[in-house]
Every structure is written in structure tokens, then in C-alpha cells.
């Protein structure tokens, strides 16, 4: 489940990075072929954003985990038939 989230954070990371970057540098190449500081200035903020893209998803994974692993186990109780959990003492 961990790496799902990490895995989807991180494609959805890279997805929005291609549609906005590759368009712009698209752009900036084709109305001027020196802008090359203004690309790579670019792609350094398009590296960033998927690192800090990635980060909040590491954190959204470990946010999640112990209350998903809570509702499986009582998913799993229900499954087995249970009503309730079994008493702790």
C-alpha cells in the first residue's frame, strides 16, 4: 500500500511536470534559440517541483498508514464473520 501512494504521487509528479514544462520550453526555444538560461532555469524548477512532489507524498504515505491499517483490520474482522472486535484485556 506504501509504495501505491509513493508510486501515484509520484507519477501524478511527473505528469503535471511534463504538461507544463515541455510546452513552455516548446516556446522558449522556439521564439528564441539563446534562451537557453531561461530553460534550464526550467528544467531546475521542474526538478524541484517533483522532489517536493515526491516528499509529499512519502508524507501523505506515512500520514495514512496507521489509520488504513486500522480500517483493514476491522475490514478483516467483518469478513471472518465477526461483529466486533475481540476484547483486549
Partial sequence: MRV???AAAVLVALLTALLVGLP?????????????????AGLVATVVAVALAVGVGYLQVRMFRGPL????RRAEHLGSGQKREPLRP
Avoid: N, Q
Avoid at 24 to 40: H, K, M, Y
Fill in 69 to 72: 491499517a486500522g480500517i483493514h
Fill in 24 to 40: 513552455l520550453t516548446v516556446f522558449a526555444l522556439r521564439e528564441d534559440p539563446s534562451t537557453g538560461t531561461v530553460v534550464a
Fill in 4 to 6: 501505491r501512494v509513493l
